[in-house]
């Protein structure tokens, strides 16, 4: 039967497979059901069950019509009632259903749901209509591959780094163009204060793969906490493998995060390994969330040191906790106020969030000059992916309209010192610009 042209048949599907990933195999099993279903428009009859086989090859296919094999206690006669309300025994036809001991006539070690088939008379025309029916169907199960390919591929990356470029704006929304795919990184999921220009690279933590009926949806975000973890673990090898793990994370995107993390190994700084000698790996992340201030503290079991850390670049004096209120009471001095506080509270609130502690701030006198309790949303802990599974207005109605550095280390002039001490003289450098930083606004704010 010459229904298509062999040669660009094969083409075609050599094409599929290297390019789209599709396999030979899928798109040939599709086009056996599209001259199936074909056949059974043209020249079946109602309730047949037709299979067809194909061999693009050759262009030889057989049409076969196949029967399922019953008994009495699975179907009832044409003219026979539901014996009651619990019979659910469907009526007998003849186009589908064959009784056992016919079945065993021609086949003798026949089974009850076993499928007899009855070879069919090969058509030579299937006629224009039923040609260009089996070419939707065929194109369809292509789309429905290709679908299934891409939800493979991208399906086992959630949690990771994924790069590419943007392609459009709508609503807010950014649509990147991963290649084989094209993401979404929704308004709620960019980091405030970006910009971006029509194909422009961007980068962004894949969060999710949905497959609804208009086709696949691939999320992105840069704002969830977990891709300011995969950033460091793409910098620092200490991370990577393990030895340096991350006990928490708290951000606001585009402005300020505090990360906790630990050493498995005594001779590692931990704090050291993520700033990077001079301060390199830091600023490398940095410059990536676009000049969001990152500070690195060191997790420790001991709950009062865990906090001071928290509150750092501030020196705290003391601090008392209170268990049963889940309350740190933190006295700093007076010139380290505004630093503990941080611009509109921000210090302390992320420190309150990073610990789970409710945190006083008093002066050296014993005033209270800040208070936070540590009720906003937690972060999600980065080695989770978010839970995104509720509907994001934003998110759905994009998915509608789819149609197929941080300042650099200064040199200290010392010579001969150890890596993890000249990273700590780094860091510590770093508060001391902060708090000159912070003091000259605060002079600034008195005028």
Do not use: C
């Amino acid at each position: 039967m010459s229904l298509f042209d062999l040669k660009s048949l094969n083409s075609a599907l050599d094409e599929l497979q290297q390019e789209r990933g599709i396999s030979r195999d899928s798109v040939v099993d599709a086009l056996a059901t599209a001259l199936a279903a074909a056949y059974r428009r043209e020249y079946g009859k109602r309730g047949q069950i037709i299979r067809a086989t194909f061999n693009p090859e050759t262009g030889d296919m057989e049409f076969r019509q196949a029967k399922i094999v019953v008994d009495a206690t699975l179907v009832r006669k044409e003219d026979e009632e539901p014996t009651s309300e619990e019979d659910h025994r469907s009526r007998f036809n003849p186009e589908q259903h064959i009784m056992i001991e016919d079945a065993r006539r021609i086949k003798r070690d026949a089974q009850l749901d076993e499928e007899i088939s009855f070879p069919l008379e090969t058509q030579e025309d299937f006629g224009r209509i039923a040609a260009q029916a089996a070419k939707q169907v065929i194109m369809q199960k292509v789309r429905e591959a290709e679908r299934a390919s891409i939800i493979q591929e991208y399906g086992e990356r959630e949690g990771e780094i994924v790069t590419g470029h943007v392609q459009r704006f709508e609503r807010g929304n950014l649509y990147i163009d991963l290649g084989r795919a094209t993401a979404i990184l929704p308004y709620d999921e960019q980091i405030p204060g970006e910009r971006y220009r029509q194909g422009e690279r961007v980068r962004a933590l894949l969060l999710r793969v949905d497959e609804g009926v208009r086709g696949t949806f691939i999320r992105l975000s840069r704002s969830h906490p977990r891709f300011l973890t995969k950033l460091f673990e793409t910098e620092v090898p200490e991370m990577a493998s393990g030895v340096v793990e991350v006990k928490g994370i708290v951000r606001e995107p585009g402005s300020r995060a505090k990360i906790a993390v630990f050493s498995n190994d005594s001779h590692i700084d931990p704090v050291g390994a993520l700033v990077g000698q001079r301060g390199v790996r830091v600023a490398v992340v940095t410059s990536e969330l676009g000049g969001e201030k990152i500070d690195v503290v060191e997790w420790s079991e001991n709950t009062g040191d865990f906090v001071k850390e928290a509150l750092k670049p501030a020196q705290v004096l003391s601090i008392e906790l209170f268990e049963s209120e889940n309350r740190a009471v933190v006295s700093v001095a007076e010139d380290q106020q505004s630093l503990a506080i941080g611009r509109g509270g921000q210090n302390v609130r992320l420190a309150a969030r990073l610990t789970g502690w409710k945190i006083d701030i008093r002066s050296m006198g014993g005033d209270q000059v800040a208070v936070d309790d540590g009720t906003a949303p937690a972060e999600a802990q980065p080695t989770d992916v978010e839970n995104v599974s509720a509907t994001e207005d934003t998110f759905e109605e994009a998915k509608k309209d789819i149609s197929g550095d941080d300042d650099e280390a200064k040199d200290t002039g010392e010579e001969n010192i150890e890596p993890v001490a000249q990273d700590r003289d780094i860091a510590d450098e770093k508060v001391e610009e902060q708090q000159e930083e912070t003091t000259d606004d605060k002079e600034k704010d008195a005028e």
